[in-house]
């Protein structure tokens, strides 16, 4: 399984991508800006 970040600050989009990206088993996170998708990989790092 993989693990993705999907960034973008359309929300519709984000949704739609996340969507077929878990269909096809992957473990799928969002971020709606950069500072967002920072602090999420920031999070993941100290969590390894």
Do not use: F, H, Q
Not at 12 to 33: F, H, K, P, Q, T
């Amino acid at each position: 399984m993989r693990r993705i970040l999907v960034v973008d600050n359309d929300r519709d989009m984000c949704g739609i991508i996340s969507e077929i990206l878990r269909d096809e088993n992957n473990e799928v996170n969002i971020a709606y800006d950069g500072n967002m998708a920072l602090a999420r990989i920031k999070k993941k790092l100290m969590t390894c």
